[in-house]
Every structure is written in C-alpha cells, then in structure tokens.
C-alpha cells in the first residue's frame, strides 16, 4: 500500500502531472510516525517498569504498544493530510 502511493507519485511527476506541494509523501509520514514511538515507546517501556517492577513485563508491554501505536498514527496522519481545512 505504501509501495504501491510512492511509486504512483513518481508516475504521476514523470507523466507531467503537477506535484501537491501542500501534502506529505507517505514514506515523510513513516519516519514521522517511526521516530514518535521510537519516544512514546520508551516512555511506556519506563513506565511499565515502574508499575509493574518486571523488565520482561515492560518490554512486551512497550512491544505492543509500539506495533499499534504505529499503525494508528500512520493511519491518522494519511487521514489529516486529505483534510484541507487549515492548510
């Protein structure tokens, strides 16, 4: 799906199509999403430390949480970034 987005944008520039200078590429919204649970993940992963005492514990906790997280943000940012209001 995101293979499929980039290399239609490359098409699409190469056909004379003009390029949306006002929408992020989806590979800019991977590494966006990427380094925002690279964050919201070590924060989990402390807190569940804290809370449960149990490194293990923590870690599957951050794991999940960091798969999930992920995909729900990609999907959020591709969805706002359709939305013209405030652009």
């Known amino acids: 799906m995101i293979l ?3 290399i239609f944008s490359k098409k699409a520039q190469s056909k004379g199509f003009e390029k949306d200078k006002s929408s992020e590429k989806p590979l800019r919204s991977v590494l966006k999403a990427l380094s925002w649970r ?22 599957s906790i951050a794991s999940v949480d960091f798969v999930t997280k992920l995909i729900l943000y990609f999907f959020h940012e ?5 939305i013209k209001w405030g652009k």
Request: net charge negative; charged share 15%; hydrophobic share 50%.
């Open 38 to 59: 690279v964050v919201g993940t070590l924060d989990t992963l402390i807190v569940s430390y804290i809370l449960t005492g149990e490194i293990a514990l923590a870690t």
């Open 4 to 6: 499929d987005q980039i």
């Open 78 to 82: 591709r969805i706002w970034n359709k």
